[in-house]
């Protein structure tokens, strides 16, 4: 099995998804959060929140967000509570360089960065890969 087709099977039959961004998002983050949206909406995920906190004040991420009309809201604890899946994107770790509570259970976490006790039922860190949004392409590939 792919590693994109263990992220579809988990998310096929789950009716929602909240996908957290790390604080002030890079493009990095931005890219890898708008192809996990289109990889949930592949499983057939029918609601699909992008969230993140501080703000996108680099002129070329903001560009990126409205160029590509990537939806953001800022993430709030009470949608942990409202969504089926929560993933992290460019970040692996709950509270740190993100406002998710240190205890809150993630499902998917995709990063390239190093972290140390990473848990969530599905995991794709490659700390050889320079970048989260490769991984994600390479996903969008095997689609």
Known sequence: ???VQ????YLRNQESLLIVCHNNPDPDCLASALALKRI????????ITITYNGG???QQNRALVDRLDIPLV?????LLEKYDRVSFVDHSVPGENND??????IDIV?????????TAAVIDRRENVGSTATILVEYLHDL
């Open 110 to 118: 995709l990063d390239h960065h190093p972290a140390t006790q990473v």
């Open 56 to 58: 996108i004040s680099h």
């Open 1 to 3: 099995m792919t590693r």
């Open 74 to 78: 800022n993430f709030e604890n009470e």
């Open 40 to 47: 949930g909406e592949y499983a057939g995920v029918e609601r």
């Open 6 to 9: 263990q992220v579809v099977d």
């Open 100 to 105: 998710v509570p240190s205890t809150a259970s």
